[in-house]
């Protein structure tokens, strides 16, 4: 099953190859990782995207928070939970596929934000999957380059992910 | 100043209020941290990033440093002090090749739960990453076998980052930790204000103290109703020493116990409880005992494949509780019904006295005949061998040891079939007595590790038991042995193979003995001399006891004892990889009475 697992880091050098190095030396999967500074500098917040069976994802939250770095995990999958992805995509986009590309765009409200004579980049933001369907609506052949953040996510309502 | 009046038991006390706010530099902070450690001893090898701080070590007498000869020695020798005395190991190895070959000894303990700080030179911080003279990345190097590691950068954060070091490696599930510390970090001519925080507080760390009284509650209630329970016990029960606690709460229930490899000691091996070591080379009652048992206890130990055998066969009709301080060790391999995690001691102690309070106690019947299935098991005497031998059997060698040194030795090993002898024969009746690497398996880590032992306790017997190829793997420290006059006795379980590989190589490759007969071998005798030290050689079963006694009997010299035994000899009972407790081979001299 997916996982999607939010964690507070110590923002130290060396921190991200812990996570890293666990999941390789351990064979964990891990489908995507994203990792950034917080509000508070001393602390990174990492969302990592893994599958396994109950038995292995319960490993790897035992394994993870074992890391001394580790400050605090939250499993997202357990409860209500928002998911966002970022992807800008650069497509062919010459006179006669221009249109049929902006429109895919408003449809999937996302933006242009670079113009060429010859190429668009479209910036979407949304759940994995609806980045997926972008990719997929896009006409045969006219796909450049495709960049994703991979996943973050925040719980719903009022309790978050803090130290407190 | 944040630290005020001394320890009264920690060494160097004393000089840590001496120390407090001096103006220090990055090198005399190292030394004056170790003081406020109460470091007696550190094991270590100098060399050109550790020169100030060696500088420094020079310019005082109260931390004594151990001069080895090869960096994996150091490891092993800080480890084997720490597995003797339950304190932390420490020792200070250089940069590059300094720090990768300590890594050996870093991932032994690693492997085993053993509280160590290792300080290792690093290239100046301006330099890494240029790839400078001796430099290699030993935080990424070290980093999936250890605790944790640091890299300090900045001299400001030295005395603080080695309390954390040793904070980390000694509490929760012990660890190894590297300090790696770059060499302008301890420059002498940079001097800072020295505080050393006696107390530690990290929001990331927090390891588990005490057991859910409701768990504990759960597990007892299961204990009580068990009909055909076991005590399986691991090296957990001797770090969080918990061995007291252990022994009064078998005592209180009657049931039987095993332990693992790593546990041995924790429960007195001599007493009629004990059922023998479990798992590939475990007993044949203890192993029987684990297929049938209906509440299977496991107490600071972490169902490692060499100890459960096939995880579809283990333990089929157990209810299992799983004691350990390390939540990432429960339901890891094998799933349990009641975890606890905790500190052994205290949960032990919790669970003695809630078994106590219930009245009326469980009825003794079912257990009494639990008991006499496991004298039916007892009977197969599974460990005997061929006492009629004109050559000396391995096993006869660690009974005569340990008759000749009444089993109060501290006992270190190498690894292979002399190891596996050792644990079956060599009674242990206290914990940290008998010093192994279990996990990883270290060939070499004997005779380093049986140094940290002597000089942990001068005055105690130390013995290592090897073999002849795992003793050429670290032979160099004989000379370190030599200048610190440490009374080790070498006792070598020569059969001319690698006996553990011949072995697996004769039952699982149709006796192709590839590349494990050690060919050209040195003579030992001579080797010990030339080292300074005395060198006896043994042939016949008739002269061991003798020899044996007279190499004890130089209570001031280091012996080396190389006894010549049967090179066919294996390890029984054994359970090939794949296989369940119940399908052991025995030795050949049974089969015929092979198991019902």
Known sequence: ?164 | MALTGAEPNRAGAAEADAGAGRQLSGAEIVVQALLDEGVELVFGYPGGSVLHIYDALFKQDTVRHILVRHEQGASHAADGYARATGKCGVCLVTSGPGATNAVTGIATAYMDSIPMVVLTGQVPTPVIGSDAFQEVDTVGITRPCVKHNFLVKDVRDLALTIRKAFHIATTGRPGPVVVDIPKDVTDPNIKIPYHYPREIRMRSYNPVEKGHPGQIKKAVDLMLQATRPVFYTGGGVVLGEGSAQLTELVRATGFPITSTLMGLGAFPTTDGQFIGMLGMHGTYEANMAMHETDVLIAIGARFDDRVTGKIEHFCPHAKIIHVDVDPSSISKNVRVDVPIVGQVAGVLTEMLRLYQAQKPQPDPAPIADWWAKIADWRRLDCLQYDRTSAAIKPQFAIETLYKVTDGELYLTSDVGQHQMFAAQLYPFDKPRRWINSGGLGTMGFGLPAAMGVQLAFPEAQVACVSGEASILMCIQEMATCKQYSLPIKVVLLNNGYMGMVRQWQELFYESRYSHSYVDALPDFVKLAESFGHVGMRVERPADLEDAMREAFAMKDRFVFLDVVVDPTENVYPMIAAGKGHHEMHLSPSLTDRELA
Do not use: C, W
Not at chain 1, 34 to 45: E, F, K, Q, W
Not at chain 1, 78 to 95: L, S
């Open chain 1, 1 to 164: 099953m997916r996982h999607i697992i939010a964690v507070l880091l110590e923002n130290e050098a060396g921190a991200l190859s812990r996570v890293a190095g666990l999941f390789s030396a351990r064979g964990y999967n891990i489908e995507s990782l994203t990792v950034a500074p917080t509000d508070d500098p001393t602390l990174s917040r990492m969302t990592l995207v893994t599958t396994g069976s109950e038995e292995i994802v319960e490993q790897i939250k035992k394994q993870l928070n074992k890391l001394i770095d580790t400050v605090k995990l939250l499993d997202l999958s357990d409860g209500p939970h928002i998911e966002r992805e970022m992807m800008m995509v650069k497509v062919r986009a010459e006179r006669p596929d221009r249109e049929e590309l902006k429109r895919l765009t408003e449809i999937f409200r996302a933006k242009i934000i670079d113009v060429t004579e010859t190429s668009y980049v479209v910036e979407l933001t949304g759940a994995s999957k609806k980045l997926d369907a972008f990719i997929d609506a896009i006409p045969e052949g006219l796909l450049i380059e495709v960049v994703r953040s991979g996943p973050t996510g925040i719980t719903r309502g009022e309790k978050g992910l803090t130290l407190s």
